[in-house]
């Protein structure tokens, strides 16, 4: 089948009445699943992908030329690439140029391709204002920071902030994309990973620039933020956050969300990696396909539907092509029941 035309998919997440539920990012490959069923993957390039992402990383630490010596092999909430404030002034410094990024070149070369095929295109890069710094920093010594040197932490945040309002403005400018995607894992098991007040003292002023930024460019902000992140909805709705990702299963109360926040925001609910795509059945998974949309899909729209993360090696492939499949005929179902 082929993709959403762009319009379908501003449809779903303006909640205009779309004609079925886009899929994106349904083909999140995880850790080693491209590994473990190489081409047999393509065999699913018969389910659409509503939006076309064109990926960028706004920053190659190796690049930068730091007088410091920085350990890559670690794991990133302990690679700790600024592991003195005193080296921030230099750090800033030496953040890339997004005027200057060649990053670009391939990207509007997959941009064009898209619009000729009249795609939904999504501008996107991992990690915001907590996951990067946590990468930055590292995890334990960035929760300290919050308490002990919040001064330093908004230079920081400051500086990324001017970084990626460069980078939107000039992917508006060559790009023109339709939104912007990106991520930040605020939330844990049972709550989000700070208490909402150090999230607004410290986090929301720099989340709101980047709201005004793509609001004044028309852009749909897209977030993906792992673990429950009930009580900070709120906060980043008013920010200008249009979609969240993804809801994750065990951690969030989908009806509780969908019920209170459904009309403010709309959701591109993950199908759970955890659990249920990994571990149960194709009719286990089908029936989890079938809740999220009738939970989550509102007679107006409001609704994508994807994998709640990267679906990782060890998951039956059949559970995949039940997820699928689910995803895009009882997507198009459910949205025929509100077709006028």
């Excluded at 349904?26 to 850790?31: A, M, R």
């Excluded at 909430?77 to 800033?92: A, G, H, Y």
């Excluded at 749909?220 to 008013?238: A, F, K, M, R, V």
């Excluded at 089908?286 to 999220?292: K, N, S």
């Amino acid at each position: 089948m082929q993709p959403l035309p762009r319009e379908e998919v501003i449809k779903a997440v303006e909640r205009k009445n779309p004609v079925r539920i886009p899929l994106v990012l349904s083909k999140f490959w995880g850790e080693g699943l491209v590994e473990q069923y190489g081409d047999r993957l393509k065999q699913l390039d018969r389910f659409p992908d509503d939006a076309a992402m064109l990926w960028i990383d706004p920053i190659d630490y190796r690049k930068m030329g730091l007088s410091w010596e920085i350990n890559f092999e670690g794991a990133r909430d302990r690679m700790n690439i600024v592991d003195d404030w005193s080296r921030l002034d230099e750090f800033i410094e030496k953040l890339p140029d997004p005027e200057q990024d060649a990053q670009f070149s391939r990207l509007a070369e997959q941009c064009e391709h898209h619009k000729q095929h009249n795609r939904y295109i999504l501008f996107c890069w991992w990690g915001l204002f907590f996951e990067r710094p946590w990468g930055i920093r590292g995890m334990e010594n960035l929760l300290l920071d919050y308490y002990l040197e919040p001064e330093n932490v908004h230079r920081l945040h400051d500086a990324l902030c001017n970084l990626y309002i460069g980078y939107i403005r000039r992917a508006v400018r060559e790009l023109q994309p339709d939104g912007f995607f990106t991520s930040d894992d605020l939330g844990h098991q049972t709550q989000p990973m700070m208490k909402p007040e150090i999230f607004c003292a410290l986090l929301k002023p720099y989340y709101r620039k980047v709201g005004a930024e793509l609001k004044t460019h028309n852009l749909h902000w897209w977030l993906h933020s792992c673990g429950n992140n009930t009580e900070l909805l709120p906060h980043l709705i008013d920010v200008g956050v249009n979609v969240f990702h993804p809801l994750q299963k065990y951690t969030m109360d989908a009806n509780a969300v969908a019920k209170q926040f459904g009309r403010q925001l709309s959701f591109l609910a993950g199908v759970d990696v955890q659990r249920i795509i990994t571990r149960t059945d194709p009719q286990t998974i089908r029936a989890e396909v079938r809740f999220l949309i009738d939970v989550f899909d509102r007679p107006e729209g409001g609704m994508c539907i994807g994998a709640g993360n990267g679906i990782v090696a060890g998951t039956p492939f059949e559970n995949i092509e039940a997820f699928l499949d689910e995803a895009l005929h009882y997507g198009s179902y459910h949205r025929r029941q509100f077709s006028p």
